[in-house]
T-cell receptor, first 116, second 114 residues
Framework: GAVVSQHPSWVICKSGTSVKIECRSL??????MFWYRQFPKQSLMLMAT?????????EQGVEKDKFLINHASLTLSTLTVTSAHPEDSSFYIC????????????FGPGTRLTVT | AQSVTQLDSQVPVFEEAPVELRCNYS??????LFWYVQYPNQGLQLLLK??????LVKSINGFEAEFNKSQTSFHLRKPSVHISDTAEYFC????????????FGKGTTLSVSS
């Protein structure tokens, strides 16, 4: 199969601090990773697309200086929420895709961020 | 740009009844279509997908969906649901190009009761 993990699965932080979320493809090399945000009982909204070795492409309305994305290797992408505020509280989900695995995206289990 | 409309936000059904979750999409180019299921506090799991070929696609747990190009639909069906099918179901599209993101519908909550 194709497994994607996220760490941590759950994090609480204080307002003003930064939080890093890791997304790893465990058994394949992911040339492209995507970061989504999901509010309670709502759909997933694409935040950014990340290709290994290049800068992430952010969707309109997503602050790239607030949500820092790094895709330093073919198996790891990180999302750092800088100077977090309560309105950043959400469920963050990553997915990964790769050539040779068709057009399927493999999703991580998600990270629930709560900012107090 | 692509968009996805899931016409029903909530679908309550009784166990062993049939169910249909509706999905319509809009796109000026060819797309791939997906259904994902999300259980509470979990990530998304791929239920089934249409890339090409037969317009009727089936999952291992009894769900099926049919791609209808003329009606731009990809409705999900199951002839007899179980309590364990209770979950959130998302329809999604992507353009037929590797490395492109998915565009999700707002989701349909399927609630199966006995």
């Amino acid at each position: 199969g194709a497994v994607v993990s996220q760490h941590p699965s759950w994090v609480i932080c204080k307002s003003g601090t930064s939080v890093k979320i890791e997304c790893r493809s465990l058994d394949f090399q992911a040339t492209t990773m995507f970061w989504y945000r999901q509010f309670p009982k709502q759909s997933l909204m694409l935040m950014a697309t990340s290709n290994e070795g290049s800068k992430a492409t952010y969707e309109q309305g997503v602050e790239k200086d607030k949500f820092l994305i790094n895709h330093a290797s073919l198996t790891l992408s990180t999302l750092t929420v800088t100077s977090a505020h309560p309105e950043d509280s959400s469920f963050y989900i990553c997915s990964a895709s790769a050539p040779g695995r068709g057009y399927e995206q493999y999703f991580g289990p998600g990270t629930r961020l709560t900012v107090t | 740009a692509q968009s996805v409309t899931q016409l029903d936000s909530q679908v309550p059904v009784f166990e062993e009844a049939p169910v249909e979750l509706r999905c319509n999409y809009s796109s000026s180019v060819s797309v791939y279509l997906f259904w994902y299921v999300q259980y509470p506090n979990q990530g998304l799991q791929l239920l089934l997908k249409y890339l090409s070929g037969s317009t009727l696609v089936k999952s291992i747990n009894g769900f099926e969906a049919e791609f209808n190009k003329s009606q731009t639909s990809f409705h999900l069906r199951k002839p007899s649901v179980h309590i364990s099918d209770t979950a959130e179901y998302f329809c999604a599209v992507s353009v037929n190009q590797a490395g492109t993101a998915l565009i999700f519908g707002k989701g349909t909550t399927l609630s199966v009761s006995s």
